[in-house]
């Protein structure tokens, strides 16, 4: 059984910032890549960001520049800090996570979301 749950989203202004965060737990041998996705009403899951288990980055054009992703691997843990926010951001933010059980079978996780709102 594997876990993932993601925080620290909330409501912020345009120009601002947030980091969230999303642990993996559970019968984990490895997290290979984390990922974070985002949906907004009426539109379809996007890849916001993703990171290896070695540390390579891939950003979405959208938030390149602008979203920072980072990961803790003895932890499971990814962060995205998000900086210079715009309403467009507006969404559910889920991470993903691609695990190795102990169990030797490979699972994806997703986290339940959390809402990220960007607005005056």
């Known amino acids: 059984q594997v876990q993932v749950v993601e925080s620290g989203g909330g409501l912020v202004q345009p120009g601002g910032s947030l980091r969230l965060s999303c642990a993996a737990s559970?019968?984990?041998?490895?997290?290979?890549?984390m990922a974070w996705y985002r949906q907004a009403p009426g539109k379809e899951r996007e890849l916001v960001a993703s990171?290896?288990?070695?540390?390579?980055?891939n950003y979405s054009d959208a938030v390149k520049g602008r979203f920072t992703i980072s990961r803790d691997t003895a932890r499971n843990t990814v962060y995205l800090q998000m900086n210079s926010l715009i309403p467009e951001d507006t969404a559910e933010y889920y991470c993903?996570?691609?695990?190795?059980?102990?169990?030797?079978?490979?699972?994806?996780?997703w986290g339940q979301g959390t809402q990220v709102t960007v607005s005056s």
């Open positions: 993903n996570a691609q695990v190795l059980t102990g169990g030797g079978t490979y699972y994806q996780g």
């Open positions: 559970g019968s984990i041998f490895r997290v290979n890549a």
């Open positions: 990171i290896t288990y070695g540390g390579t980055t």
